[in-house]
């Protein structure tokens, strides 16, 4: 069985100091959950203070997005090398930078590549508005995406990376995809296109995330899914105790507890 693995994405919420003490207030219940990877994702800002606190743990730090470039004239950007100093993952083509920052497939692309080359764990974001799922084209939009963001990479790379299947018009709505929604694109669109591209060896060691609305409530009928190896959690990852609960009960979907 593939390892599950919770990311909190914190978005743009959270000082330094808020993190830290969020961190603090759920590390205990985290570590005594086994069998998954925890990590929390907080804005750049704060990621050195949580590094600092969760050093020489099994919880993970992670950033939400970093640019392609080593260094240079780009300012306001944070190199793979700055992310790698305190992080070991990082997210990349989440659908608000897709949105709001006219992030394309090819920077995707080419983000993906830098953190690889620096050690860096990414988690790739691929996902579609509701227009397009009513419109039918969920499949073909996430294969593409998909397509498009391993352009490039090598079966061995694809295999331990991990994407994140996020419906954009579940995230922060309090709508989530049924469980056999979430189950489908996540297997029969993500494992399959990668089954097919890089072969069944990548495609079963891929770890693919659910994420969207997910929270204590609907965490175990969906983690529960044979293709869903964990969550890219939003909201709720802002609570310690409801994020603890969707770790716990990832462990239980997945027999761990």
């Not at 080593?70 to 989440?94: L, N």
């Not at 790739?124 to 508005?129: F, K, L, R, S």
């Not at 996430?142 to 018009?169: C, H, K, T």
Request: hydrophobic share 45%; with cysteine.
């Amino acid at each position: 069985m593939r390892r599950p693995i919770i990311a909190g994405n914190w978005k743009m919420n959270k000082t330094a100091a808020e993190g830290t003490a969020l961190v603090q207030a759920m590390m205990d219940d985290l570590l005594a959950v086994p069998d998954v990877d925890k990590v929390v994702c907080p804005p750049f800002l704060a990621v050195p203070d949580v590094s600092r606190l969760i050093q020489g743990t099994e919880l993970g730090v992670g950033a939400q997005d970093l640019y392609w470039e080593e260094s240079g004239a780009y300012t306001g950007e944070v190199s793979p090398a700055m992310v790698a100093e305190f992080c070991s993952y990082v997210i990349i083509g989440h659908s608000e930078r897709r949105e709001y920052f006219h992030e394309t497939d090819e920077g995707v692309n080419k983000k993906i590549k830098a953190a690889l080359a620096h050690g860096l764990t990414p988690i790739i974001c691929v996902g579609e508005t509701l227009e397009l799922r009513d419109q039918g084209k969920t499949e073909p939009w996430v294969r593409d995406q998909v397509i498009a963001a391993l352009q490039g990479l090598s079966a061995e790379q694809v295999a331990s990376m991990i994407i994140a299947y996020e419906p954009i018009w579940a995230i922060g709505t309090g709508r989530a995809a049924t469980a056999s929604d979430a189950e489908q694109v996540c297997g029969g669109v993500v494992r399959a296109i990668i089954g097919d591209l890089y072969g069944q060896e990548a495609a079963r060691s891929v770890r693919i995330q659910y994420g969207g609305s997910i929270k204590a409530d609907n965490a175990e009928e969906i983690m529960a899914q044979p293709n869903i190896d964990g969550g890219l959690v939003g909201g709720a990852s802002l609570q310690a105790k409801s994020f603890v609960e969707i770790v716990r009960a990832t462990a239980r979907a997945k027999g761990f507890i």
